[in-house]
């Protein structure tokens, strides 16, 4: 089986940076290994036990407990179910699986019978909003409500906005390890706003990962048919892969039940935009999930 990393040298060096960010989490986190149809998969858990579920389900082409890091303020109401996506970068199965079809639906659902849950709340940015869809698509009944923060699967930015700002200084930065390359990628994803530990790991995983390209595909309004579940839909002004008000004009079209909210930030949100997106998140949860 092939892995996501071109290197071990590579694999050690993003696994250290994992190891950073978990234990910058704090002492209340904790791991395990579940064994899914798709291969064993590493899941952080966080939360009072008794608390309700919250599955957070991690951005693509990152580690789990950087996006993690972004809810922190949810850890103490709700027991946090935050799976490393198998192949991304981290500890699960490091081949990818098809994200277009049901293959990610599938996988959540079987995290789910592992914790013997019926229904839970989630929250997904970027490519785990993506794999949220995937689950409304498939399995509705298991979301009790969801939270898509700057999701893949409602709407694209142009192939040449696509490569002009993100695609072309990749490959430089992959052909020169050019900081300044790797400055515009960064510049361009977060509006000029990007923690340095974030941008460090950005280029690791950039330098070392075969990147994953399959987003999943863009939801359409007969695959949510069944899905009546209450989705908050948080997006960004600058949102170099999903513009905003693409997102939120299809959410509107095929999502029955959904709020949209729009920053003034880009694909990774400024921390005055995390704050303000967690009190939203925060009222949504109390509004239609309870404690």
Same mark, same amino acid.
């Given at each position: 089986?092939?892995?996501?990393?071109?290197?071990?040298?590579?694999?050690?060096?993003?696994?250290?940076?994992?190891?950073?960010?978990?234990?910058?989490?704090?002492?209340?986190?904790?791991?395990?290994?579940?064994?899914?149809?798709?291969?064993?998969?590493?899941?952080?858990?966080?939360?009072?036990?008794?608390?309700k579920p919250l599955f957070i389900l991690q951005g693509g082409n990152c580690v789990n407990p950087m996006t993690l890091s972004?809810?922190?303020?949810?850890?103490?109401?709700?027991?946090?179910?935050?799976?490393?996506?198998?192949?991304?970068?981290?500890?699960?199965?490091?081949?990818?699986?098809?994200?277009?079809?049901?293959?990610?639906?599938?996988?959540?659902?079987?995290?789910?019978?592992?914790?013997?849950?019926?229904?839970?709340?989630?929250?997904?940015?970027?490519?785990?909003?993506?794999?949220?869809?995937?689950?409304?698509?498939?399995?509705?009944?298991?979301?009790?409500?969801?939270?898509?923060?700057?999701?893949?699967? /409602? #709407?694209?930015?142009?192939?040449? @906005?696509?490569?002009?700002?993100? *695609? &072309?200084? !990749? +490959?430089?930065?992959?052909?020169?390890?050019?900081?300044?390359?790797?400055?515009?990628?960064?510049?361009?994803?977060?509006?000029?706003?990007?923690?340095?530990a974030d941008k460090n790991l950005i280029g690791k995983i950039f330098k070392y990962v075969s990147l994953e390209q399959d987003?999943?595909? /863009? #939801?359409?309004?007969?695959?949510? @048919?069944?899905?009546?579940?209450? *989705? &908050?839909? !948080? +997006?960004?002004?600058?949102?170099?892969?999903?513009?905003?008000?693409?997102?939120?004009?299809?959410?509107?079209?095929?999502?029955?039940?959904?709020?949209?909210?729009?920053?003034?930030?880009?694909?990774?949100p400024s921390q005055d935009a995390l704050h303000e997106m967690n009190e939203e998140i925060q009222q949504f949860l109390s509004?239609?999930?309870?404690?």
């Amino acid at each position: 089986m092939s892995s996501i990393y071109r290197s071990e040298e590579g694999k050690s060096s993003i696994l250290e940076e994992y190891e950073i960010y978990l234990n910058a989490l704090g002492e209340g986190v904790t791991r395990e290994y579940v064994e899914t149809r798709f291969g064993e998969t590493h899941v952080l858990l966080t939360g009072p036990q008794d608390g309700k579920p919250l599955f957070i389900l991690q951005g693509g082409n990152c580690v789990n407990p950087m996006t993690l890091s972004w809810f922190s303020s949810l850890f103490q109401s709700y027991r946090i179910i935050a799976p490393d996506t198998i192949g991304h970068p981290g500890y699960s199965e490091e081949t990818s699986i098809s994200s277009r079809f049901d293959s990610l639906a599938l996988w959540v659902s079987d995290l789910l019978d592992h914790y013997n849950i019926e229904q839970s709340a989630f929250i997904g940015p970027s490519f785990g909003g993506g794999i949220i869809l995937r689950l409304a698509t498939y399995i509705p009944e298991r979301i009790a409500c969801s939270v898509l923060v700057a999701p893949a699967g /409602l #709407a694209l930015s142009s192939r040449m @906005k696509t490569a002009q700002d993100i *695609t &072309l200084p !990749l +490959v430089k930065y992959r052909m020169t390890s050019s900081p300044a390359s790797l400055q515009k990628i960064t510049d361009n994803l977060s509006c000029h706003c990007m923690k340095e530990a974030d941008k460090n790991l950005i280029g690791k995983i950039f330098k070392y990962v075969s990147l994953e390209q399959d987003l999943p595909k /863009l #939801a359409e309004r007969e695959e949510l @048919k069944n899905y009546n579940a209450p *989705t &908050l839909l !948080l +997006v960004g002004e600058k949102d170099v892969f999903f513009p905003a008000d693409k997102c939120i004009d299809r959410a509107r079209q095929i999502i029955s039940n959904v709020r949209a909210i729009k920053y003034d930030t880009g694909h990774f949100p400024s921390q005055d935009a995390l704050h303000e997106m967690n009190e939203e998140i925060q009222q949504f949860l109390s509004e239609h999930y309870g404690k």
